[in-house]
């Protein structure tokens, strides 16, 4: 069951997705928590922006955030992202030692939290994440949808 605050990180990191587009990047925005509710990090997509292919919201979040904490070790954060996590996001979430994802939009295609896959909650691998889904899932699709039918935006 999801908990009041995550409405309000989900905000942030939907106010840090919105800034995407600026760059041509897909509208993804992740934020990292401490155990305190302080956000330590957070960053939007740049693939566009860097050319490069692992540039997500997340990675570049938990990147951050280890740069923050001095550890790559987040075992006390909760890593907040407006849409389902990778394959390759997930790798590194489980890498991190995140203990919890809260993520808004379902990713039907790609997603690594649920829906295409569930390496999250792999029971075979040795950490697993407890996943709060679709938090402002509206706001989050509606951010998407908007971008990718805005013509303007391959220019």
Partial sequence: MELPQHREWMRLALAEAAQAPA???????????DADGAVIAARRN???????PTAHAEL??????????GDWRLTDCTLVVTLEPCV??????????????VFGAWDEKAGAAGSLYDVLR???????????????ADAAARLLLDFFEDPLRRS
């Fill in 23 to 33: 760059t041509r990047d897909v509208p993804v925005g992740a934020i990292v928590v």
């Fill in 46 to 52: 740049e693939r566009e922006l860097h050319g490069d």
């Fill in 60 to 69: 570049l979040a938990l990147r951050s955030a280890a740069e923050v904490t």
């Fill in 88 to 101: 390759m996001c997930a790798g590194a979430i489980l890498a991190a030692r995140i203990p919890t994802v």
């Fill in 122 to 136: 792999d029971r075979r691998l040795n950490h697993r994440v407890e996943v709060f889904a679709g938090v402002e």
